[in-house]
């Protein structure tokens, strides 16, 4: 059977049924649980149900899960029921051969679902499951190509879609933007912000851009774009200043160069698409660049002011800062001090 992605097995509008053996697999633990609640058929208002058992994978026994996976139920009505191995994967790598030979041969009686952070393609076992049985990869689906970014156009019409629907409201596309944004990828803390949104709005009501400014930013929203601005003017030191106030707060400089990259990065392609175009004997806009770039246009005159006052010459380098600021975090600046230096280098290279 071939891999199947969590998104796609979410908002598929027919009801979907574990295999045999079933692996759920990926970093995302909301993504993960809402897959085996769609698996096991739970509605909203259940926890769990009489024919299937929870075990936890950090202290299951072989030996105990073949007698359950052999041993019918009595709530089951001659139907199989699910044994799930939470958090499997030390249950996984434990007993690898046993798993290999049940997968050959498993039981009628029992429907084995095995609950992972991570699962290797390149093992036996990977191969003989995704081959007769069901994998199920619950992560944000990956760029086109051999990209292995998270795809956010996928993720944002999940949560206009499939998240939104759970909270019974609507998110416009540009509140999605803005969400993902200011929170990250992480879909348990999405779908606790929509939750959050839900509750401001009449059911079945829009959810816009500005609410999610409003209800979700808060203030670290604020302090974020009060940082772009001032490194966008030049002003390195309110930039630092204001830095030091997120991060004694307790946010991670590992949060936030994503949320700052994402706003410099459109000014930097900007920059980059008036130096193409004069290369190439044409002349652009100003407003025209940043509308390539990324653009709304309620946010046309704040960017334009802010790449005059950043000047040619340092949103020339703009992009190639933010890749070496990248770089650095996922390689020597990886801890969470020296991720702090990338930030506060950042901000000197844009001083005036």
Request: aromatic share 6%.
């Amino acid at each position: 059977m071939p891999l199947l992605n969590a998104f796609d097995l979410l908002t598929a509008a027919s009801d979907s049924a574990p295999s045999a053996v079933t692996v759920l697999f990926g970093d995302d633990p909301m993504l993960r649980s809402w897959t085996l609640r769609k698996l096991l058929g739970l509605d909203a208002a259940e926890e769990d149900r009489p024919d299937s058992i929870d075990l936890d994978g950090e202290l299951a026994e072989w030996k105990d899960v073949r007698d359950e996976l052999q041993t019918g139920s009595l709530f089951s009505m001659g139907q199989p029921r699910s044994i799930v191995v939470r958090d499997a994967d030390k249950f996984v790598s434990k007993y690898r051969a046993e798993l290999e030979a049940y997968v050959a041969k498993p039981s009628s009686a029992g429907l084995l679902l095995l609950e992972l952070k991570s699962f290797p393609g390149n093992t036996r076992l990977y191969k003989a499951i995704n081959k007769t049985h069901l994998l199920v990869q619950c992560a944000i689906p990956a760029g086109s190509g051999r990209s292995t970014k998270p795809d956010l156009n996928k993720l944002k019409s999940f949560l206009c879609g499939f998240v939104a629907a759970r909270h019974q409201c609507k998110l416009q596309k540009g509140a999605a933007e803005t969400l993902v944004e200011l929170s990250g990828t992480s879909l348990g803390l999405l779908d606790t912000d929509i939750a959050k949104l839900a509750v401001c709005v009449e059911r079945g009501a829009p959810v816009t851009d500005d609410m999610v400014r409003k209800f979700v930013g808060g203030w670290r929203s604020k302090t974020t774009w009060e940082i772009i601005d001032a490194a966008t003017e030049g002003n390195s030191g309110e930039a630092l200043r204001q830095l030091d106030h997120l991060i004694a707060s307790g946010e991670k400089a590992f949060a936030l160069l994503p949320q700052i990259s994402w706003s410099l990065r459109r000014l930097g392609l900007a920059a980059a698409a008036i130096d193409y175009a004069e290369k190439s004997g044409r002349r652009i806009s100003l407003s025209d660049a940043l509308q390539q770039a990324g653009f709304r246009p309620f946010d046309m005159k704040k960017a334009e002011a802010h790449l005059r006052k950043i000047g040619r010459p340092r949103a020339q380098r703009m992009l190639g800062w933010l890749l070496d600021a990248d770089l650095k975090l996922k390689g020597t600046h990886s801890t969470d001090d020296r991720a702090r230096w990338v930030l506060e280098e950042l901000f000197l290279k844009m001083a005036s």
